[in-house]
C-alpha cells in the first residue's frame, strides 16, 4: 500500500532565498536519484520546511531517505484532511496497537497556517481522547519521558500523523561545494571522507583492500555516483592514485586520515591543493564510535 515519508531538512533552510532554493533543489535530486538507482519508483512534492515522498513501501523508502545527505529525519507518516474529527478518529485508531496496559504517552501537536485551534489545545485534547478511550489500560500522561509519543502536525489543509523519527545525516545536500578526492584506508579515513560529504562535497574515494568494507556497504550507499578507485596497500600506489584522481575530477582537494604530526610534514606531491584531514582531532575511540553511527543510517 502506498504511504508518505514526512523528510525534514534542517540546515540548507537557514541559507538565504536563492541559495536555499539551489540547495532544495540539490536535495530533491539526490532523493530521487537514490529512488531510481534502488530500482524503486517514489513521487516528490513539497512546501516550505518539509518535502513528502508517496512511495509503494513506505519503510523501504525511509531507509533510502535516511542516506541522503541534508535529510535531518524522517518518517512514516499517514495523511489526512485537517480536520478535527477526522485527526482524532484516525490517532485514536492507529494508537490502539501502539498502547498497551499501564503505558506512559505524550501527544506532541505542530501546526502551520491558520486554525481555529493552537498547537497546546489540540495536544490537550488529543491526550483526553486517547485516555477516555482507552480507560481499561491505565494510561498515563508523561511528557517528559513518554514510553509511546504520539505525533500530529498540521501543516495547512492536510495532517500528518506518524509515531516515530528515523535520524538522517544531516549537514548539506551533495554536490553544493567542491570536489574531493578521499583515501579510505579504515575507519579514520572513513570518517573524513564522510565529514566532507556532509558539507556537500562530492568525494571521489581511493580505496586500499583495508578500505573496501568501508566503501563499499557504507559510503557507496550515501553516494551511489561516487567514484572508486581500488589500489594496493603500498604508499606508492595509493599516492599515485590520490594524485591521478584528483586530476581526471578536477578535485579542489585532498582527504588524508592523518594526525597533526603527519600534516606538519605536508608533502608537495599533490600540488598547490588543499589538504583535508577531518578526524585529526578525535582519538581512535571516537573515529571508531562515529563510524559504528554512520554505519548504521546506511543499513
Same mark, same amino acid.
Given at each position: 500500500?502506498?504511504?508518505?515519508?514526512?523528510?525534514?531538512?534542517?540546515?540548507?533552510?537557514?541559507?538565504?532565498?536563492?541559495?536555499?532554493?539551489?540547495?532544495?533543489?540539490?536535495?530533491?535530486?539526490?532523493?530521487?536519484?537514490?529512488?531510481?538507482?534502488?530500482?524503486?519508483?517514489?513521487?516528490?512534492r513539497?512546501?516550505?520546511?518539509?518535502?513528502?515522498?508517496?512511495?509503494?513501501?513506505?519503510?523501504?523508502?525511509?531507509?533510502?531517505?535516511r542516506?541522503?545527505?541534508?535529510?535531518?529525519?524522517?518518517? @512514516? #507518516?499517514?495523511?489526512? &484532511?485537517?480536520?478535527? *474529527?477526522?485527526?482524532? /478518529?484516525?490517532? %485514536? +485508531?492507529?494508537? $490502539?496497537?501502539?498502547?498497551?496496559?499501564?503505558?506512559?504517552?505524550?501527544?506532541?501537536?505542530?501546526?502551520?497556517?491558520?486554525?481555529?485551534?493552537?498547537?497546546?489545545?489540540?495536544a490537550?485534547d488529543?491526550?483526553?481522547?486517547?485516555?477516555?478511550?482507552?480507560?481499561?489500560?491505565?494510561?498515563?500522561?508523561?511528557?517528559?519521558?513518554?514510553?509511546?509519543?504520539?505525533?500530529?502536525?498540521?501543516?495547512?489543509?492536510?495532517?500528518?500523523?506518524y509515531?516515530?523519527?528515523?535520524?538522517?545525516?544531516?549537514g548539506?545536500?551533495?554536490?553544493?561545494?567542491?570536489?574531493?578526492?578521499?583515501?579510505?584506508?579504515?575507519?579514520?579515513?572513513?570518517?573524513?571522507?564522510?565529514?566532507?560529504?556532509?558539507?556537500?562535497?562530492? @568525494? #571521489?574515494?581511493?580505496? &586500499?583492500?583495508?578500505? *573496501?568494507?568501508?566503501? /563499499?556497504?557504507? %559510503? +557507496?550507499?550515501? $553516494?551511489?555516483?561516487?567514484?572508486?578507485?581500488?589500489?594496493?596497500?603500498?604508499?606508492?600506489a595509493?599516492?599515485?592514485?590520490?594524485?591521478?584522481?584528483?586530476?581526471?575530477?578536477?578535485?579542489?582537494?585532498?582527504?588524508?586520515?592523518?594526525?597533526?604530526?603527519?600534516?606538519?610534514?605536508?608533502?608537495?606531491?599533490?600540488?598547490?591543493?588543499?589538504?583535508?584531514?577531518?578526524?585529526?582531532?578525535?582519538?581512535?575511540?571516537?573515529?571508531?564510535?562515529?563510524?559504528?553511527?554512520?554505519?548504521?543510517?546506511?543499513?
Amino acid at each position: 500500500m502506498t504511504g508518505t515519508v514526512l523528510v525534514r531538512y534542517g540546515e540548507l533552510a537557514l541559507k538565504s532565498p536563492p541559495v536555499r532554493r539551489e540547495f532544495e533543489s540539490a536535495l530533491r535530486r539526490n532523493l530521487l536519484d537514490q529512488f531510481v538507482r534502488a530500482g524503486r519508483s517514489a513521487r516528490l512534492r513539497s512546501d516550505r520546511g518539509h518535502l513528502y515522498l508517496d512511495a509503494d513501501d513506505p519503510g523501504a523508502a525511509v531507509r533510502l531517505v535516511r542516506r541522503v545527505f541534508g535529510v535531518t529525519s524522517a518518517s @512514516v #507518516a499517514e495523511e489526512v &484532511p485537517t480536520d478535527r *474529527a477526522v485527526i482524532r /478518529d484516525r490517532l %485514536l +485508531a492507529l494508537s $490502539d496497537a501502539r498502547l498497551t496496559a499501564g503505558s506512559s504517552f505524550a501527544v506532541r501537536a505542530r501546526r502551520t497556517g491558520q486554525h481555529p485551534f493552537t498547537s497546546q489545545e489540540l495536544a490537550r485534547d488529543l491526550g483526553g481522547d486517547v485516555l477516555e478511550r482507552h480507560a481499561d489500560r491505565g494510561l498515563r500522561v508523561d511528557l517528559d519521558h513518554p514510553q509511546v509519543e504520539l505525533h500530529v502536525e498540521v501543516r495547512g489543509p492536510r495532517t500528518y500523523l506518524y509515531f516515530d523519527r528515523e535520524d538522517g545525516p544531516g549537514g548539506l545536500p551533495l554536490g553544493v561545494a567542491g570536489r574531493l578526492v578521499a583515501l579510505v584506508d579504515g575507519a579514520r579515513g572513513a570518517v573524513g571522507a564522510f565529514l566532507m560529504m556532509k558539507r556537500g562535497c562530492r @568525494v #571521489a574515494l581511493v580505496a &586500499p583492500p583495508t578500505g *573496501a568494507p568501508f566503501v /563499499d556497504p557504507v %559510503l +557507496a550507499r550515501f $553516494d551511489p555516483a561516487a567514484v572508486v578507485v581500488r589500489v594496493d596497500g603500498t604508499a606508492s600506489a595509493w599516492n599515485g592514485a590520490l594524485a591521478d584522481l584528483a586530476d581526471r575530477t578536477h578535485a579542489d582537494g585532498i582527504v588524508v586520515p592523518w594526525t597533526v604530526e603527519a600534516l606538519a610534514d605536508r608533502p608537495e606531491r599533490w600540488g598547490d591543493r588543499v589538504i583535508f584531514s577531518p578526524t585529526v582531532g578525535l582519538t581512535d575511540g571516537e573515529v571508531d564510535a562515529r563510524w559504528t553511527t554512520i554505519a548504521r543510517l546506511a543499513e
